[in-house]
């Protein structure tokens, strides 16, 4: 890929070990390697407490695949086969949105019984604390900064994902469900985390 330093690795192992010498703004992991899953290295990356961008790569598009490397931490999902030209245009978002992550302005917000300091990337609901991913952070905080405003999904691309309009993601329903299920009191009838229906999103605080 013109313009970037690009390194691979044959097996999960070596991967790992080039991995936790750092200096990478983005990682692609396939989930099917000869020694371990994509899924254990993905585990094993965020344990160590490396933060660089990872995108996952399958040849299995269901849904329960989407969620298991979302769970364990990746940043979003390809399945094969895929063109080229989106793998790339992934990446270099994935990299900008890595390499921005510490200049952003954070702030703290407070709605119903939550308190986020987007700062110290930390979240309470009536007081306890509750455990939020970098990417769920950054999307809550892009809403709570348009509360009140309706935004499209191909807006949330962009913004938080840092995506081209032609781009087609299915992890913002995956994180909209996810921010839900742990900050909303009813997450099936959600009062702050709102679906405007053939239009997109609206936070209310």
């Keep these: 890929m013109d313009g970037y330093q690009v390194e691979s690795a044959t097996s999960a192992e070596r991967g790992m070990e080039r991995a936790f010498a750092g200096g990478f703004d983005l990682l692609i992991l396939d989930v099917m390697l000869p020694d ?3 899924y254990q290295v993905c585990r094993e990356v965020r344990r160590r407490g490396i933060d660089a961008a990872i995108l996952m790569l399958t040849t299995r598009a269901h849904a329960s695949e ?3 490397g979302l769970r364990l931490g990746a940043d979003d999902y390809m399945a094969k086969p895929f063109e080229p030209a989106e793998l790339l245009s992934r ?3 994935l990299v900008r949105r890595s390499r921005m992550q510490h ?3 954070v702030k703290n917000f407070q709605f119903g019984d939550v308190e986020v300091d987007f700062e110290r990337s930390e979240t309470r609901k009536a ?3 509750v455990g939020m991913a970098a990417k769920e952070m950054q999307l809550l905080r892009f809403l709570v900064n348009n509360r009140q405003r309706v935004v499209s999904r191909e807006e949330i691309l962009q913004k938080v994902w840092e995506y081209n309009s032609d781009v087609s993601s299915r992890t913002i329903d ?3 469900a996810w921010l839900r299920q742990k900050l909303e009191d009813n997450p099936q009838s959600p009062k702050h985390i709102e679906t405007v229906r053939g239009k997109g999103y609206r936070f209310t605080g």
């Design 36 to 38: 371990k899953t994509g």
């Design 66 to 68: 989407l969620v298991v």
């Design 91 to 93: 990446v270099e978002s």
């Design 103 to 105: 200049g952003i302005v």
């Design 127 to 129: 007081g306890r604390p």
């Design 174 to 176: 995956v994180h909209i």
